[in-house]
């Protein structure tokens, strides 16, 4: 059984920083990632990081202001970031894990792509 449970999430003022993990086990998982869905808009791919971390893939609207990392410890137990600095009211959402049991890295991220979700955590970005 997989489970993913986030965590970090909360209220921050604009300009400021937070840092989201995910916790992911029960099999073997290769690429990781970050999804967001704010209220009335769809969920939108914010960040990927390949099995073994040499590849990442982030959205356009948060380039040069997150980053996503990885540990792969021991038994089956996968830990991924989401540094967020310089948040902006826009990067308000729910915030997503998610992991892929296809060990390629596909070219485009989408939602599609993954098979295992956690339940989110709300980050919210004050003016």
């Known amino acids: 059984q997989v489970q993913l449970v986030e965590s970090g999430g909360g209220l921050v003022q604009a300009g400021g920083s937070l840092r989201l993990s995910c916790a992911a086990s029960?099999?073997?998982?290769?690429?990781m990632a970050w999804f967001r869905q704010a209220p009335g808009k769809e969920r939108e791919s914010v960040a990927a990081i390949n099995w073994n971390g040499g590849s990442t893939y982030y959205a356009d609207s948060v380039k040069g202001r997150f980053t996503i990392s990885r540990n792969n410890a021991k038994n089956l137990v996968y830990l991924v970031y989401l540094q967020m600095n310089s948040l902006k009211p826009e990067d308000t959402a729910v915030y997503y894990c998610?992991?892929?049991?296809?060990?390629?890295?596909?070219?485009?991220?989408?939602?599609?792509?993954?098979?295992?979700w956690g339940p989110g955590t709300q980050v919210t970005v004050s003016t």
């Open positions: 998610a992991a892929d049991l296809d060990p390629g890295w596909p070219s485009v991220v989408t939602a599609q792509e993954y098979d295992y």
């Open positions: 029960g099999r073997t998982l290769y690429a």
